[in-house]
């Protein structure tokens, strides 16, 4: 596997607080992504990156947002977190060889 | 704007049955299209991908196929078991690879 771990793997946070999620990969990928799986709504991409420090908005970006200052290690921050951004949050690298997805095992946050 | 749909939303089979899970995209100018399990609380663990330039990938049990004027692919499961049970998603990469479309997913289940 891609060797990816996310952290936490469960948050219970208060609206209004900063939350930070990590994803580790240790494989050197150069691609990160960052999407929400909501009920009704299924997979929609957050952010993603491209290699260290060059990062774009994907569809649901308003309220987030990522830094990638190693390449082994990509941050989601909810800046002010809403009950609207309780999900659960998955990590993915892309292989750069078949462009092929390779998932985290989550963060399931919820906002009181 | 590519769309991704997966019907049916739901299937039930008895154990033994071989089964076919639909996948339809309306633009056929994919880079690659991939089928993902997921099993509830879990995240998505990468079953088949298929290049544009293939037409189906097998693995043990599992068979895809891709049909890009059709705008379709399936996921064909041989001697369905219990521990099949899970949703299925596809996913495709329009051409590029840098962004991607998930379907809402199949939830499959293989009653014993």
């Known amino acids: 596997d891609a060797g990816i771990t996310q952290s936490p793997r469960h948050k219970v946070t208060e609206t209004g607080t900063p939350v930070t999620l990590r994803c580790h990969q240790t494989e050197n990928h150069r691609y990160m992504y960052w999407y929400r799986q909501d009920p009704g709504h299924g997979l929609r991409l957050i952010h993603y990156?491209?290699?260290?420090?060059?990062?774009d908005k994907g569809e649901v970006s308003d309220g987030y947002s990522v830094s990638r200052s190693k390449t082994e290690d990509f941050l989601l921050t909810l800046e002010s977190a809403t009950s609207s951004q309780t999900s659960v949050y998955f990590c993915?690298?892309?292989?750069?060889?078949?462009?092929?997805?390779?998932f985290g095992s989550g963060t399931r946050l919820t906002v009181v | 704007k590519q769309e991704v749909t997966q019907i049916p939303a739901a299937l039930s089979v008895p154990e033994g049955e071989n089964l076919v899970l639909n996948c339809s995209f309306t633009d056929s100018a994919i880079y690659n299209l991939q089928w993902f399990r997921q099993d509830p609380g879990k995240g998505l663990t990468s079953l088949l991908l298929i290049q544009s330039s293939q037409r189906e990938q097998t693995s043990g049990r599992l068979n895809a196929s891709l049909d890009k004027s059709s705008g379709r692919s399936t996921l064909y499961i041989a001697a369905s078991q219990p521990g099949d049970s899970a949703t299925y998603l596809c996913a495709v990469d329009n051409t590029g690879g840098f962004k991607t479309i998930f379907g809402a997913g199949t939830r499959l289940f293989v009653k014993a």
């Open positions: 993915a690298i892309k292989e750069t060889t078949n462009y092929g997805y390779t």
């Open positions: 990156s491209y290699g260290v420090k060059d990062t």
